[in-house]
């Protein structure tokens, strides 16, 4: 590994001094400085005082094939040697995005015709609105232009994808949601659904909500629902069987397209290559970026069906050029990235290796948690999972929020040398760790969690 240059102490008063961290209480930075992270391997981080971490969530939910793998930083840098860089405006075009976009449309979970590049989970949402509006001005609907999410979604924090993510914490202080927005009931279990209530009468709940809402907004102005396949960061929500297809037979009765975000499900999560197959959803537009390069550079992609494709086409007669695209869209670097990345996913059998040490990290949840006086909920799919704390169980009462409980079970997870990441607006905890970690790793990762959870309800007596 890389020589460290400054010693840590000296980068944690230049950080203080210049850096400005996103997602970070700003406030509580200045005093405590931050925690600086100089190396990787496989699912393990080691800080610049040489102390060790186990990453039980992949970076940010997106290292999917771990850290340190050298086939992926080769062909960054054959790429970069070869051609770091040319655009792909007004036609141009470089090698690698041609290929990887030929491959994404291969693996999609449902007939795609073509890929938009980007850099972030965010543009990518953003452009997805772009790409409907212009769909129906170019089909001579032009109020069709409202999004609905639900609440507790996250689909970025671009002013358009900040205001689709349903969490209020996002929006204060920026003027947001956009008026564009609306947002409808997750599929949240433990806080949505009646006591005792059946999948299928949940489920009927959801649809109802969903199309209640486009009733009273006007379906001639509800362009697109999006969603996450599973809830990631609002959550760890997984929906019930028969959710999507419920949904979808409302969008079609009010000719309302799905966006799937599968910005953390997309390349494996969910035990399958993308959540919409595990799911049965069915896409007209699909969002994808962290896993599709595990993070080593940024990327995003906007699949789009045929049926939005060739509209856009035929509305460029009347709309003109389609007038949306980064610098760094189909950037060639990023795409060897993507390349390398999925050939490893491929090679290795990473997909069905989620699937397994999912369902073996699922288990071992269970059993460390599901008696434990804290725990009022433990779900998830694949290799996603979550632990969510209650103050009581029956019936499920939340802890006052001023107490922090998961945030102060990350913290004592850490002095465990676990990180694992409080969710907002929930006392949850959730795991998402790299597809390579092996089943001790995951035994040790539980068994750390558990020790912090103790920790924390030791302090609540
Ligand atoms: N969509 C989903 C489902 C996400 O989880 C995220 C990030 O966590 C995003 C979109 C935004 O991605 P980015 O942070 O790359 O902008």
């Known amino acids: 590994m890389t020589t460290i240059l400054r010693n840590g102490p000296d980068l944690e008063s230049l950080d203080k001094r210049y850096l400005f961290h996103p997602f970070t209480a700003l406030a509580d930075h200045e005093r405590t400085g931050p925690q600086v992270i100089v190396k990787g391997e496989g699912v393990w981080l080691e800080d610049a005082h040489g102390q060790r971490y186990l990453d039980g969530m992949a970076g940010l939910w997106c290292v999917n094939v771990g850290y340190g793998r050298p086939e992926i930083a080769e062909a960054i840098h054959r790429q970069a040697l070869t051609l770091p860089y040319f655009h792909s405006f007004s036609s141009w075009a470089t090698d690698t995005p041609i290929l990887l976009a030929e491959k994404l449309i291969e693996m999609a979970p449902v007939p795609m015709s073509k890929v938009f590049f980007g850099q972030s989970g965010s543009d990518a949402n953003d452009t997805q609105i772009k790409i409907v509006w212009y769909y129906n001005n170019a089909r001579g609907k032009p109020q069709k232009k409202k999004i609905i999410a639900r609440r507790r979604g996250y689909h970025g924090v671009t002013l358009a994808s900040a205001s689709l993510t349903g969490m209020p914490s996002l929006h204060s202080g920026f003027d947001l949601p956009l008026d564009f927005v609306r947002h409808t009931t997750p599929p949240y279990r433990l806080w949505e659904a009646e006591p005792g209530q059946s999948d299928a009468d949940f489920v009927a709940k959801l649809a109802r909500d ?77 969002s994808v970026a962290k896993g599709i390069t595990s993070a080593y550079v940024p990327l995003s992609g906007c699949m789009v069906s045929e049926k939005v494709w060739r509209t856009i086409v035929d509305g460029q007669a009347t709309l003109g050029v389609f007038g949306h695209g980064y610098t760094y869209s189909a950037h060639p670097l990023a795409a060897a990235a993507a390349l390398a990345n999925l050939d490893i996913i491929e090679k290795d059998g990473l997909v069905e290796q989620a699937g397994r040490r999912g369902a073996f990290m699922h288990e071992r949840l269970a059993e460390a948690f599901a008696d434990h006086p804290l725990v009022g909920d433990i779900r998830g ?27 102060r079970i990350v913290k004592a997870a850490l002095a465990e040398g676990l990180i694992t990441r409080a969710l907002p607006h929930a006392d949850t905890i959730s795991f998402s760790p790299p597809f390579v970690i092996s089943e001790d790793e995951i035994a040790l990762m539980v068994s750390r969690a558990r020790t912090a959870v103790d920790r924390v309800a030791d302090e609540l007596v």
């Open 381 to 407: 799919h694949g290799l996603v999972g979550a632990v969510e704390f209650v103050a009581a169980k029956e019936p499920a009462t939340r802890f006052e929020p001023s107490l922090k409980i998961a945030g």
């Open 210 to 286: 969903l199309e209640d809402l486009i009733l009273a907004e006007g379906p001639d102005t509800v362009g697109a629902v999006i969603m996450e396949p599973v809830m990631g960061a609002g959550g760890v929500i997984v929906p019930p069987k028969g959710y999507y297809p419920a949904i979808r037979a409302v969008l079609d009765r009010h000719d309302v397209l799905l966006i799937a975000d599968e910005v953390i499900s997309g390349f494996g999560r969910l035990g399958t290559m993308f959540g919409a197959t595990a799911m049965e959803m069915q896409p007209d537009l699909i």
